[in-house]
């Protein structure tokens, strides 16, 4: 039997009957927040251990059809995605590396005994639902089109084994700025609990993940705080990563360091996307653990000059302040360091098609 994997993708369009009016758009457009309005329309894919993938759909956006027994609601066989689409200057779309997302989408999926998505499908996919949304793109200075794939099993049984059915599903959302405070620099809280441990799944991008984060991200939150920072399982002490960024530390001798990839850290995009810009900038960017002591202690002293978080959602963000059970302490001045400025204006020239991309990076929809 052919399937998607086999040809190019073909999509069905099914006509929206209801799309949101003009006006109600524009001033969802206007001040679009961040994840909590959607566009017109999914797309769909199913995958059946007889057929493959098959019935990929564009269609109005609305509520699945899930039976109560469903696997994805009782043993967590869930994995998603998160890239945005970019308005250019000339008027055309464009993603940011989605191979890259499509490569960590098909990790996270071999991880969770999932089918794996045909690369070319998964960028289709998101094709296909910017296409049928361009004019959801927000107005607002630095707005973006967030896409989220993300893939469920919907076999319906109670038994612990990987599902027979799955449906791969993108979504998109007009967004603007992440964190809701409007500060210069975020302050983050030292959480004793724990994200990841060796042998888990903290490598990948998995809703189990970020459930497991949610309490300690309420107890930061609760303190005044805009995030939470998380220390490695088994000695906690090393810094690892935040509740869904990654971390960045700036030393005065010219150098950057970010914690290893070692299988409890999700595998940022941006992050490896700065890695290469700064060391495009002369810098030394080093790849190694890093314990919240010496944070501390190379705060005090002026040996670390800026810190910052990157992702998806936020970019780059600069870290101002660092709060825990055992104190607070202050990085440089509090705000917003030169180098972090510096990286972010120059991944989103990119991005948006401000600066030329020598790397590959912009994926333009046509």
């Not at 799309?19 to 199913?46: C, K, Q, W, Y």
């Not at 509520?63 to 009782?74: C, G, K, R």
């Not at 059970?325 to 020239?349: E, V």
């Amino acid at each position: 039997m052919a399937t998607l994997a086999d040809s190019r993708p073909a999509f069905t369009r099914l006509p929206h009957p209801a799309p949101v009016a003009d006006e109600v758009r524009a001033e969802v457009l206007a001040n679009p927040g961040f994840g909590s309005r959607f566009t017109d329309h999914m797309v769909t894919i199913e995958w059946s251990e007889e057929a493959g993938w098959h019935g990929a759909t564009v269609a109005p956006y609305g509520p699945i059809a899930l039976d109560p027994a469903a696997s994805v609601l009782h043993y967590a066989q869930e994995i998603f995605e998160g890239l945005k689409a970019y308005r250019h200057p000339d008027g055309s779309m464009a993603l940011f590396r989605p191979e890259a997302n499509a490569a960590r989408f098909n990790a996270s999926a071999k991880r969770l005994a999932m089918p794996e998505l045909p690369e070319a499908l998964f960028i289709a996919a998101i094709e296909e639902l910017v296409r049928a949304d361009a004019g959801w793109f927000p107005t607002v200075e630095g707005g973006s089109l967030y896409l989220r794939p993300f893939m469920i099993a919907t076999e319906a049984f109670l038994g612990v084994r990987p599902a027979k059915a799955y449906k791969f599903i993108v979504i998109a959302s007009p967004a603007g700025n992440y964190f809701k405070s409007g500060a210069p620099a975020v302050s983050i809280w030292v959480s004793d609990y724990t994200r990841a441990a060796p042998g888990g799944t903290g490598a990948a991008k998995c809703g189990g993940n970020y459930a497991a984060s949610l309490v300690p991200t309420a107890e930061a939150f609760a303190k005044g705080h805009d995030q939470v920072l998380f220390l490695d399982a088994t000695e906690h002490r090393w810094i690892e990563e935040l509740g869904g960024m990654n971390l960045f530390f700036a030393f005065a001798d010219g150098s950057l360091l970010t914690p290893p990839l070692t299988g409890t850290i999700l595998p940022g995009i941006t992050r490896d996307s700065l890695i290469t810009l700064a060391r495009e900038e002369g810098l030394i960017v080093r790849e190694e653990r890093y314990a919240l002591d010496q944070w501390r202690s190379d705060a005090a002293s002026g040996q670390l000059v800026e810190a910052f978080a990157c992702g998806t959602a936020a970019v780059v963000t600069p870290v101002g302040k660092v709060a825990g059970p055992d104190g607070d302490f202050t990085i440089g001045s509090g705000g917003p360091g030169q180098l972090t400025g510096k990286l972010k204006a120059r991944l989103t020239a990119i991005q948006r098609g401000e600066e030329p991309d020598s790397h590959g990076w912009v994926h333009r929809i046509g």
